[in-house]
C-alpha cells in the first residue's frame, strides 16, 4: 500500500515548503523508515510502553496520527479491556489512509482494541480524560510558542499515573554535536538510498515547517506544562524519545 518515495528525486525549480499531501500519503511509511533512524523501534515500543501504562476502560490519543503505525503498535500490545484509541490528524489525505489501513488490521487480526480516527486540528481538539498520549515526530510540526499550550491540555487530560510518550528530531547547543549528528543523519539517508539531490532539496523543504528543540529543551517544557517526571527512553542519532508522567 506504499509507494517508494520519490518526491525530491528530480531537481525542483522552487522547493515548496513540506505538507502532507496526498503525494506524502502514498509514499510516506516508505518516507519515514528511510528519514528517521530508529523509527521502527520507536513505534513497537510505544506499542510497549503503552501497553504497560494504559489504564483500563481508557481513552488513549495519538495525535498527529499520520497513517496509524502508533495506534496499530498500541493495538497489538494492549490487552486492558475497555479502552478506546482516538487516532488525530489534520492532514485529509492522512486520515483517508488511516482509515484503509486500521480496517486491514481489523480483517487481519480478531478482538483488537477499538479506534476511532478523526480529522482534526490538536490545537483546537478538546481532549477527554485518558491514560495515554501519544506525540510521534507531530510536536515539531506544531509552531514553537504553541507547543506549551498544547503540552499543558495534555497534562491536564492525563488521569493520574497516565503518560505522554513524546517523540522529536532532535537539534543540539554544541557545534559539534550538531555538526556531525546531522551529517551522520545524512550518511543514514544516504545508506537508505536517497541521493545528495533528495536529501538537500527535503532538508529545504522542512526547514521553515519543522522547527526542532534541544532534548533539554523538551524536558524544560514538559516540566513547565506540569508533567511530574520526564525522562528519554530512545536516542538513535539526532531523533529520540522521551516519556512523561502526569
Ligand atoms: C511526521 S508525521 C507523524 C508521524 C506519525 N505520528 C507516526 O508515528 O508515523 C506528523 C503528522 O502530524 C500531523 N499534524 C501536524 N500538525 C497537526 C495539527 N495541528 N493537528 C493535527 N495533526 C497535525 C501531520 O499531518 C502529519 O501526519
Ligand atoms: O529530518 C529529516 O530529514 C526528515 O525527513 C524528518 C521527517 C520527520 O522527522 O518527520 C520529516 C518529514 C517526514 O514526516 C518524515 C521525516
Not at 515548496?16 to 511509511?29: I, K, N, Q
Not at 520507536?42 to 498527529?64: F, K, S
Not at 493495538?75 to 490528524?89: K, P
Not at 506544562?225 to 528519554?232: D, N, T, V
Request: glycine share 4%; hydrophobic share 45%; aromatic share 8%.
Amino acid at each position: 500500500m506504499s509507494d517508494v518515495d520519490k518526491l525530491f528525486a528530480e531537481p525542483l525549480p522552487k522547493v515548496s515548503d513540506f505538507v502532507f499531501d496526498h503525494d506524502v500519503a502514498r509514499v510516506f511509511p516508505d518516507m519515514i523508515k528511510r528519514s528517521i533512524p530508529g523509527y521502527p523501534t520507536i513505534v513497537e515500543n510505544i506499542g510497549v510502553i503503552a501497553a504497560h501504562h494504559a489504564q483500563p476502560d481508557t481513552l488513549i490519543y495519538d495525535l498527529g496520527c499520520s497513517l496509524g503505525a502508533a495506534t496499530q503498535s498500541m493495538r497489538r500490545h494492549l490487552r486492558q479491556d475497555g479502552c478506546h484509541i482516538i487516532a488525530v490528524d489534520n492532514a485529509e489525505a492522512m486520515v483517508q489512509r488511516c482509515r484503509e489501513y486500521l480496517s486491514a488490521q481489523d480483517s487481519m487480526v480478531e478482538e483488537l482494541v477499538p479506534a476511532t480516527v478523526v480529522q482534526g486540528d490538536i490545537l483546537e481538539l478538546e481532549l477527554q480524560p485518558c491514560s495515554v498520549v501519544v506525540l510521534n515526530f507531530t510536536l515539531q510540526f506544531i509552531a514553537p510558542e504553541l507547543r506549551l499550550p498544547v503540552l499543558q491540555r495534555i497534562r491536564q487530560a492525563l488521569l493520574p499515573g497516565g503518560i505522554l510518550i513524546l517523540s522529536e528530531k532532535y537539534r543540539f547547543e554544541d557545534p559539534g554535536t550538531q555538526h556531525h549528528l546531522e551529517q551522520v543523519h545524512y550518511a543514514f539517508k544516504r545508506a537508505n538510498g536517497y541521493s545528495d539531490l533528495e536529501i538537500a532539496q527535503k532538508r529545504s523543504a522542512i526547514e521553515n515547517v519543522m522547527l526542532i528543540d534541544t532534548q533539554p529543551a523538551h524536558l524544560e517544557r514538559l516540566q513547565q506544562a506540569g508533567f511530574s517526571l520526564a525522562y528519554p527512553w530512545f536516542q538513535c542519532l539526532n531523533f529520540g524519545s522521551i516519556v512523561a508522567h502526569a
